[in-house]
């Protein structure tokens, strides 16, 4: 029996007993308190690459590699292009990139899921750090904005006994129903409800303006933005009441207060600036209340596997410009938004290569497919985005399946002559930051910000309207079934009943940048002018388009409305 961790993309991150070849729940991690997800419980019966192959016809390891390096060596280096995702959280998974960016290749800046949102964040506190889990678990208030822990954090369920709960998001979600106060606002309405609610509470005199004057004196400026916003018409347009804000402002009154934010309100070319107003409601709360999005337990640490590279933005990368395409851990031709121009442009590249553990769409295009090792296989050590953690993920068995990423990138460099420490001596530097991070403060900004001065920033304009148009709003929030990609993936589109589809009805959804024919089912818990295709659903990126967001490079997934016809 020994310890490892969790390797999957979630905010729990949770810590591992492996057991006679079960995975168990860690009863004395104060986060997993002795229980896993789904995914973990059935981890090993999810079918996996085992063999390399090559143009369909299965190779062995060592020809897989020698096929790689003379594809590399028959590339220009600047017209090779390194695409890593984040299948495994694992941070020796990034090795690759210290590989690619010495041989002179292109990686990729900006995200998929949270670029937007940390944007916002940093652009406010000029830092990212989360308030732990032991601090939400004193709250007395819990803010779920945007995010749903049944599905994306259900760690965090057992510390809700007692607590008041909030929750604003377009659906009914299964906290939303149990929760003390729910607003089901209008998609990409968040960013005018946070301005709104920091006005009235101003107004109410619920701001602390002893913290304000010391770590956010611009504090005035901003009340006098939100007094910009026309109240009766813009709750007409989010579709909230003034009750809803009052009753917000009644239930956090003189409480202990956590917002916790999800990935769907900054899913928009002005993401950034939804979080930031979020951010901002918070901060107006002073030491009383405190916001997480998503954090980064490695934040402050310098990686030894980066390099100065060219960069180009991962949600509207142009494939056809590179000879040699290397992809690991991620599958762009399903997850990159505007599917259509994806497929039309790698179609053009000489060679595409796959890394993974799993097939899918971008392993059955690839020409070259090297199967990947699974956390158990390997040693690593785990960063995480909703708890001050660095987590040992030690070996735990040997398997003759797959390469690490490690050995890999040992393979290469020492094909190219590229320098590269021994594995134990990048193990040993992660593991030397673990009694830091588990240092930090569970509150990090009672006494001030990172910015230059010390004080928040708040934002200074508005000037993003809402989209009106009388098309539907598309919702792609993740599926309990599936984590991206991976896993069970979801195969219809929900619809309220009352937008007059039958059950099991074949219906077409029509974008600017494409179609998709699903079968519908209904939900009682959406708008009437949402539909939902759960993200990883087959072909949803058929229908998004490959618009950044004005900040952090973020894909805006929801941005574009979408039609429905009756096929």
């Known amino acids: 029996m020994s310890k490892t961790a969790c390797p999957l993309d979630c905010y729990d991150a949770c810590s591992i007993i492996y057991d006679e070849g079960k995975l168990k729940g860690d009863s004395k991690h104060f986060l997993t308190q002795g229980f896993l997800c789904p995914h973990l419980n059935h981890y090993e019966k999810h079918k996996r690459i085992t063999k390399p192959s090559y143009k369909g016809e299965i190779i062995s390891m060592d020809e897989a590699m020698q096929h790689l390096k003379e594809k590399i060596q028959a590339s220009r280096s600047s017209r ?25 290749a292109t990686l990729t800046k ?50 809700l006994k007692g607590k008041t709960i909030i929750v604003i998001d377009p659906v009914r979600t299964k906290i939303a129903a149990q929760a003390d106060h729910f607003i089901q606002i209008k998609p990409h309405a968040d960013m005018y409800l946070a301005m709104l609610l920091s006005r009235f509470m101003m107004i109410e005199g619920m701001e602390d303006r002893e913290y304000l004057e010391e770590f956010a004196s611009e504090y005035e400026e901003f009340y006098e933005l939100s007094q910009s916003i026309r109240i009766k018409k813009t709750l007409e347009k989010i579709d909230v009441s003034l009750g809803d804000i009052g009753r917000v402002l009644e239930l956090i009154r003189g409480k202990r207060i956590s917002i916790l934010v999800g990935l769907g309100v900054q899913k928009y070319r002005s993401g950034a600036e939804a979080v930031r107003c979020i951010d901002a409601f918070g901060v107006l709360l002073g030491k009383s209340c405190g916001v ?6 490695t934040e402050g640490i310098a990686s030894p596997f980066y390099q100065k590279a060219p960069r180009v933005a991962l949600g509207n990368i ?4 590179y000879d040699l395409v290397f992809i690991q851990g991620m599958n762009p031709l399903a997850q990159m938004p505007d599917t259509n121009r994806v497929e039309e442009s790698i179609s053009h590249v000489k060679e595409v290569v796959y890394f993974g553990l799993y097939e899918n769409e971008s392993s059955a295009r690839a020409d070259l497919v090297i199967p990947a090792k699974t956390f158990l296989e390997k040693d690593d050590i785990r960063s995480s985005y909703g708890a001050n953690d660095l987590l040992k993920m030690p070996k735990q068995y040997e398997s003759d399946i797959g390469i690490s990423e490690y050995e890999l990138a040992s393979y290469l460099c020492s094909a190219f002559a590229i320098e590269l420490q021994s594995e ?14 588990k ?27 809402l989209n009106l148009k009388r098309d539907l709003f598309l919702i792609t929030c993740k599926s309990a079934k599936s984590l991206n990609s991976q896993f069970h993936r979801e195969s219809h589109v929900y619809v309220n009943a009352s937008m007059g589809y039958l059950q099991g009805q074949r219906i077409r ?59």
């Open 110 to 159: 900006g995200s998929l899921c949270d670029g937007a949102g940390e944007a916002g964040i940093l652009e406010g506190r000029g830092s990212n750090f989360l308030n732990s889990p032991e601090q939400i678990a004193k709250s007395e208030v819990i803010i779920f904005w945007g995010r749903n822990p049944h599905v994306s954090n259900s760690h965090y369920l057992p510390m």
């Open 292 to 297: 997480n999005f998503l954090g980064n337990s």
């Open 509 to 567: 959804i029509v974008s600017q940048n494409g179609t998709l024919e699903l079968d519908v089912r209904f939900d009682e818990n959406l708008r009437n002018d949402c539909i939902l295709i759960y993200s990883g659903t087959p072909g949803v990126n058929r229908l998004t388009s490959s618009q950044l967001s004005f900040d952090g490079f973020n894909a805006a997934y929801q941005e574009n409305k979408v039609k429905v016809e009756i096929c």
């Open 318 to 321: 142009d494939f056809s410009v």
């Open 80 to 104: 090779i292009l390194h695409l890593r995702g984040h299948g495994n959280f694992g941070l020796m998974q990034g090795v690759t990139d210290h590989f690619f960016a010495s041989y002179g």
């Open 439 to 465: 240092g930090r403060k569970d509150a990090p900004y009672e006494e001030g910000f990172h910015t230059d001065d010390g004080e928040f920033v708040f934002i200074d304009e508005l000037d993003f309207a």
């Open 424 to 437: 134990p001596e990048y193990l040993e530097y992660f593991e030397s930051h673990l009694l830091h991070v």
